[in-house]
């Protein structure tokens, strides 16, 4: 209730109904890399998307991967997903190793002078949002699975992989190195209503298990704005206990500026 993933908030601001979240498409994603980059994916795999077109709870979506003419080619490929109008979802790259051609990677962030906003007026680029201690439960996973909220699941999310434990789904992932920062970041932020509008997830010496403790980092790296929202770009980081980070995550966040008091006047 009162997030843009609730029908009654969401049809104010101008959407057909309750949105579903970035995080659980990436999920649907993860067949297909699997096939396109094999195992490795899990360890030093990444996905990069930007999400264009907001869907509502059962349109069905089918995600896509240009195929890698070698899979263990450190170029990024092509990923975007469809609705089954045709209609774009979400569109960007992936691929395994080094993600500095990554598409998130290669975007203008453009940030902007931050005493001209007004939800994220008191953050600044290079703001250390803090460290967490921080894992994501089995249990937890499990109960998105028997609730049907994990779109295509690999066996690997409940049960034991070939690395061992069970696996962090990406929209688990997501929340690993989400859910802390932007708890902490409620303080200096304006209320107001916002939504994923780009997230990448990169495996670094993967994979990343359930019911492990994690080190998060986080760090704002640009503030901007739209003509309907304020826009936050931050990077997070996991460590393991031997000081090795594990995944990162870049994710921009935007605020509705028609869900702002500070907008009102």
Known sequence: EGSIHDDATASKLGFRGGTVA????????????????????????????????????????????????????PNPVEAWMLREDGLEVARGSAGIG????????????????????????ELRPGEVIGSFEEQYAGKQQQERLEKGWISDPLAWY????????????????VELLWFAPTEALRAKIGRSVGLFGSIEVAHTQGPVFLDQAYSVSSEVISLGESPKTEIIWFDSAAKDDEGRTVATMRMQLRFMKASSELYSA
Do not use: Y
Request: contains cysteine; charged residues 20%.
């Open 22 to 73: 970035g995080n659980i498409h990436m999920d649907q994603f993860v067949p297909v890399l699997v096939e396109a980059f094999g195992n490795e994916w899990f360890e030093t795999g990444h996905l990069s998307l930007r999400f264009l077109n907001a869907t509502t709870d059962r349109e069905i979506v089918r995600a896509h991967v240009t195929p890698p003419a070698d899979p263990k080619d």
């Open 98 to 121: 080094d993600i500095s051609q990554s598409a998130l990677h290669q975007t203008d962030l453009r940030s902007c002078d931050p005493k001209g906003l007004r939800i994220l007026q």
């Open 158 to 173: 409940s049960g034991p992989s070939p690395w061992g434990g069970s696996l962090a789904s990406p929209s688990a992932l």
